[in-house]
């Protein structure tokens, strides 16, 4: 009888769990390496009241079947979001919090991104945007969308991408958003669970420093000392990681030039918890493009006293100051006309773009660049393999569920290339 496989699997987020469950559960001997002490990864939860605290990945886009699944097995509660989205004005000296202008007109364009035949040049989205004759008002609205969903460069972003990406939240009804109440990091939480409960080894706190490879064998090293050796390596690592090679492959892969051509996202986020709630019952996403953030949400249909504030793509890269709590404050005591510094009770940050960790929240596909992450989705000599929401190949970049369905998608090619 053969001895079982060994495989290493770098990265606790849910592309690295997904992976490593799936394959300590059919019977390989699973390592799991990362670099905090907690899994999840870009989904980062803290405890609060009446809800816990997001500052990583906070929704369930749509009803895609394996997040779905998952959640349900794991026992967990998802609620929808619900409440009216209103966006922020200022004319001739009033300011308001109403309707959106021209959302309508927007509406369309996004409908037609999900139905159009591509060009056989790819442009960018500000090119795309420039060749349908909006309005300048529904232009803005539609950039500043596209730039803060996908934590993107509206100069850079392919519309062959935004396309495939419109086209694919259409199949899951993408438009809907769901929270899970018990907090987000239960999801990775219960997979390291199954994970440990089929044989697998956590190796927290470790970040890897090397991987060392050749055909059918790999070793991996970390910065703390330890080192693992496998005969298949799968690499969860985020795209800012792999960009800014911050682990050195030995020889490096051809395939990392690939990822080079992708692109990661910025955004960073602040939580504010209020002594009461100063903000219609009604309100769900908010929107104020010349304020910092721009974008903030509420819990609606919970109540409660806190709302989120976003910040990505272009704008936080243009950022020009470094407390984005207090320019906050700031914008919401605008927009509601109330002194929110007053009523605060405690507020929480994260910004992803330094999280050393990640150097980035999530990726988004440049112009020229549609094929790369099904490049990326490609064993290299049967010992490397590569999952992580950039490598997802349904146009679902930048989700938890991309990311499931990418560790589930590795596993399967180790497993075939086992057999």
């Known amino acids: 009888m053969s001895p ?46 009446p809800l816990p605290i997001e500052l990583g990945a906070e929704f369930i886009h749509g009803l895609p079947e394996e997040l779905i699944r998952l959640v349900d097995e794991a026992g967990l509660t998802r609620f929808e979001l619900e409440g009216e989205a209103r966006c922020f004005q200022e004319e001739l000296g009033t300011s308001r919090l109403g ?14 991104l999900s139905h159009f035949i591509p060009p056989e040049a790819d442009l960018s989205f500000s090119e795309f945007v ?54 987000y990091a239960r999801v990775p939480e219960f997979l390291l669970r199954r994970f440990l409960e089929a044989g697998g080894e956590w ?31 799968i690499i969860t690592l985020p795209l ?44 769900g996403f908010f929107f ?31 950022l020009r100051t470094s407390n984005l709590a207090e320019a906050g404050l700031t914008a919401l005591s605008k927009i509601m006309g109330t002194d929110a510094p007053r009523r605060l009770l405690g507020l929480h940050h994260h910004n992803w773009q330094t999280d050393p960790h990640s150097l980035g929240a999530y990726s988004y596909v440049p112009q020229g ?28 970049w930048g989700t938890v569920h991309g990311a499931l369905r990418s560790g589930y998608r590795a596993a399967k090619q180790v497993l075939e290339e086992s057999a």
């Open 99 to 112: 309707p959106c202008g021209n959302q309508r007109e927007v509406d369309q364009l996004f409908d037609q």
């Open 203 to 233: 190796i927290p706190s470790s970040p890897v420093r090397s991987i060392s490879w050749q055909p059918g064998s790999a070793r991996v090293e970390t910065e703390t000392g330890p080192t693992f050796q496998g005969s298949a390596v």
């Open 240 to 283: 800012g990681i792999l960009q800014a090679r911050t682990v050195s492959f030995v020889p490096q892969p051809k395939i990392l030039t690939v990822a080079d051509q992708l692109a990661m996202g910025s955004a960073a986020r602040v939580v504010y918890q209020f002594d009461l709630r100063f903000w219609p019952d009604d309100l």
């Open 130 to 183: 420039a060749q349908r004759g909006l309005s300048q008002e529904a232009a803005t609205l539609a950039t500043n969308y596209v730039e803060g969903f996908n934590a993107a460069d509206a100069k850079r972003i392919s519309i062959f991408a935004l396309a495939k990406q419109q086209a694919a939240e259409d199949m899951i009804s993408g438009d809907r958003l769901f929270r899970v109440e018990e907090g």
């Open 4 to 49: 079982r496989k060994e495989v290493i699997v770098i990265g606790a987020g849910m592309a690295g769990l997904a992976a490593a469950r799936t394959l300590a559960e059919a019977g390989l001997r699973v390592t799991l390496v990362e670099a905090r002490d907690r899994v999840g990864g870009r989904i980062y939860t803290l405890p609060g009241a």
């Open 288 to 318: 104020a493009p010349d304020q910092t953030p721009p974008t903030w949400w509420t819990t609606n249909p919970r109540p409660s006293s806190m709302v989120t504030g976003w910040i990505a793509g272009r704008k936080l890269t243009e």
């Open 369 to 396: 660049a549609i094929h790369a992450s099904d490049e990326l989705s490609l064993p290299v000599d049967s010992t490397l393999f590569f999952a992580g929401e950039h490598t997802d190949t349904s146009g679902h």
